[in-house]
């Protein structure tokens, strides 16, 4: 695989801050997402940066869960979804035929909005991921990947004595953190979460922030959310979208202080949303 | 206030009126709703217990048949004459010679050939398969005297059901008078009587009622199912899967879907003569056979299964796919580990629903042939044979009153076989059900 480099952010970009970061794990470049006629992401141009959390803000309707799915290309499954433009990960575009998509997912995890265990053991969930890439050799490695994941999604000391029970038998929040560890078993390089707390009490929201600011240090952090406080708690830059176009990215202490952009003001001074 | 009665109510109070207004009304309507259903049930009910009640009354008798007991004289002379003993010999005897000579010496008062035929017509002709039987495997019984339980004639044994009125004008009845007589003297002396009809379950077809069994046809429905299950199970899941998870969604697929929806209502005889014309005359397989009987039916349950195959992958949550796709499981994987074991219990219920079907129809099987008259208990699925339906048809058709308690009988083994089927469902769906 020929190490293409991304092209360097064209002029005249309506996005206001600061798009790139040095050595990003993800670039992306002129990208535009339709769905059938509707044109849902305008030339968007950003780059994640490596150990950073990312937040991406905006009304609802505007893009964000449609860019954050271009990132693993789930949108590959819906069928009137077209992505066009270059999404590089570490330099390499995603979409080039020489590289699978299987492995894409598999560096590149997610988290959805209703969390959504398999009807399956909590152990099984968390397993799912190493024995599908054969991450493990044998019972006492799964066990061990299974061990870890749990703890660092902060759920072993709930769950230790009932791995064979459901994952659909844990609570919203529990089921939540069984997701992410079921994302972080397989040792990717970017976690990407949609509204992962949407569905969740501000306690279990609380623990769920703690996590990501802990899972900061090993992996790149992709979050939407529409709760401005929680993307000020964990984010170290912000995207705001609006209609599909990225309209101001920066750092996230920036944009909630001083935006540059009159959208985002209105946005965040909670004229409209 | 006559807002009230008409415009918009304004205030609480106003609303509460309206809403008071209506409820006698809507609760009326909520009364007279669940009256139509229990009414609806009830009928249904019914109807089920009529249908159940007049197969069984009418179908229980076959499992109960009549039994004649002589003292039969393995007379050399009948049986080997030449003195050879060999297998070949002993199986061309008159055995039927026996069993008449043993009737002459019980009722050694009748006289004449008319009454002595009447008489000989007390005892199926399957007596003389049996004692033919019981010589080859013992030779050594020729010259002995035994007493032997031998099948009664049919009307005998509709005698002793009383399915034969004995107040009848004796020209109305198969019976003579004389006849009724010899049977209350074997009855008298307890050489007549019910015993359980093994015959009936291990027997093939026949012409004779006391000798036709339903083994033929449940062998035959059997291979047929099987064979229809083997098929359209894998083949409808399979095409199933592929519209529902990898097809793309374009004019192509809107064609196949809309042609299953519509195999789906094609009348059943018309799938028997594809299956004529296709397996029959053209691929040249054998009629009448279990093998073409079960693709036939493949071809019929196919959309059944395929249709509510889909409808049960319908159901599975979108986000379970999205869980398995964003953790790198290929569309396969997420197919065969999440997808399929959620819509299996649906997938099973559609199968079954499918082989129910297939279990009850008879008309695509006449086309290839499965209405012949077979005798002989098929042993695989090249062989001749019918189906239980078919079988049901067959005897219901004939005028001999033994047939109409074995139309039953046939009916109750057919139902008994749908509730067999009906709990592997509920079985197999429970068992899947469980991975919730
Ligand atoms: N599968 C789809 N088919 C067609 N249009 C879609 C589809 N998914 C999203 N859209 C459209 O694309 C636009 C962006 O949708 P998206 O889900 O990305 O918004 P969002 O920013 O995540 O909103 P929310 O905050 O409410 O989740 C919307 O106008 C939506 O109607
Ligand atoms: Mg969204």
């Given at each position: 695989m020929s190490d293409k480099a991304v092209p360097p952010v064209r002029e005249g970009i309506r996005t206001i801050g600061q798009v790139t970061v040095p050595e990003p794990v993800f670039a992306c470049r002129d990208v535009n997402v339709?769905?059938?006629?509707?044109?849902?992401?305008k030339d968007v141009n950003i780059d994640i940066g490596r150990a950073e959390v990312l937040a991406m803000i905006g009304p609802s309707g505007c893009g964000k869960s449609t860019f954050l799915r271009c990132l693993n290309r789930m949108n590959d499954t819906i069928e009137s979804a077209r992505v066009t433009g270059l999404i590089a990960l570490d330099g390499q575009d995603i979409h080039d035929k020489r590289r699978d998509v299987v492995q894409l997912r598999a560096r590149v995890g997610m988290v959805f909005q209703k969390p959504n265990p398999f009807p399956k053991s909590i152990y099984e969930n968390v397993a799912y991921g190493p024995r599908i890439h054969g991450l493990a050799a044998d019972r006492g490695e799964l066990d061990e990947i299974v061990n870890v994941s749990l703890r660092r999604a902060g759920l072993w000391e709930e769950v230790k004595d009932r791995l064979n029970n459901p994952g659909t038998s844990l609570s919203g929040g529990q089921q939540q953190r069984l997701c992410i560890a079921r994302a972080i078993a397989v040792n990717p390089d970017v976690i990407l979460m949609d509204e992962p707390c949407s569905a969740l009490d501000p306690i279990a929201t609380a623990r769920i922030e703690d996590l990501i600011d802990e899972l900061r240090e090993s992996y790149a952090i992709c979050i939407v959310t529409h709760s401005m406080q929680q993307a000020a708690r964990v984010s170290q830059r912000t995207a705001y979208f609006h209609l599909g176009d990225l309209i101001e990215v920066g750092e996230t202490k920036k944009i909630f202080t001083n935006p540059q952009a009159k959208l985002t003001e209105d946005y965040i001074t909670g004229r409209f949303g | 206030m006559n807002s009230t009665s008409n415009g918009v109510p304004r205030t609480a109070a106003e609303t509460q009126v309206r809403v008071r207004a209506g409820l006698a009304r809507r609760y009326r309507a909520e009364r007279r709703f669940r009256a139509y259903g229990l009414a609806a049930v009830?009928?249904?009910?019914?109807?089920?217990?009529?249908?159940?009640?007049?197969?069984?009354?009418?179908?229980l008798s076959v499992l109960r048949q009549g039994y004649v007991q002589l003292d039969i004289i393995y007379d050399p002379e009948v049986i080997d004459p030449a003195g050879t003993r060999l297998p070949d010999d002993l199986a061309v005897a008159d055995y039927q010679a026996l069993v008449r000579?043993?009737?002459?010496?019980?009722?050694?008062?009748?006289?004449?050939?008319?009454?002595?035929r009447e008489l000989y017509g007390l005892v199926s002709s399957a007596a003389s398969v049996e004692l033919q039987k019981r010589v080859t495997a013992d030779p050594g019984l020729i010259g002995q005297r035994q007493r032997v339980t031998l099948l009664a004639d049919d009307t005998v044994d509709m005698l002793l059901k009383g399915k034969v009125s004995r107040s009848a004008p004796e020209d109305e009845r198969r019976l003579s008078d004389a006849q009724v007589a010899w049977v209350d003297a074997l009855r008298a002396d307890g050489a007549l009587q019910l015993r359980f009809n093994r015959a009936f379950f291990t027997n093939g077809d026949s012409r004779d009622p006391e000798q036709a069994g339903v083994r033929g046809a449940v062998v035959g429905s059997f291979l047929t199912l099987l064979i229809t299950l083997l098929l359209s199970f894998p083949i409808g899941v399979g095409a199933a899967v592929y519209l529902e998870e990898f097809a793309p969604r374009n004019r192509i697929t809107d064609i196949i879907e809309v042609n299953i929806n519509n195999l789906a209502a094609v009348p059943s005889i018309v799938f028997g003569l594809l299956g004529l014309a296709m397996f029959i005359s053209f691929f040249g397989m054998p009629r009448s056979a279990p093998l073409v009987g079960g693709l036939v039916l493949t071809l019929l349950t196919l959309p059944t299964v395929i249709i509510a195959s889909r409808a049960a992958l319908k159901a599975v949550p979108p986000s379970i796919r999205e869980a398995a796709l964003g953790m790198g499981a290929s569309r396969w994987q997420t197919v065969v580990h999440h997808v399929l074991p959620l819509a299996m219990p649906g997938v099973l219920t559609g199968a079954i629903i499918g082989m129910a079907r297939a279990l009850g129809e008879s008309a695509p099987l006449l086309m290839i042939g499965m209405v012949a008259f077979i005798v002989e208990v098929p042993a695989g699925a090249l062989d001749p044979s019918t189906v239980l339906p078919v079988q049901v048809f067959l005897w219901s058709d004939l005028p001999e009153r033994?047939?109409?308690?074995?139309?039953?009988?046939?009916?109750?083994?057919?139902?008994?076989?749908?509730?067999?089927m009906n709990a592997t469902a509920v079985v197999l769906r429970n068992k899947f059900e469980k991975r919730w």
């Open positions: 339709h769905y059938g006629d509707k044109h849902a992401i | 009830a009928l249904g009910i019914s109807f089920v217990v009529f249908l159940f009640g007049t197969v069984l009354s009418q179908g000579a043993a009737l002459r010496e019980r009722f050694p008062d009748v006289e004449g050939r008319p009454a002595l033994g047939f109409v308690e074995r139309t039953s009988g046939a009916i109750i083994v057919l139902l008994l076989f749908l509730i067999v």
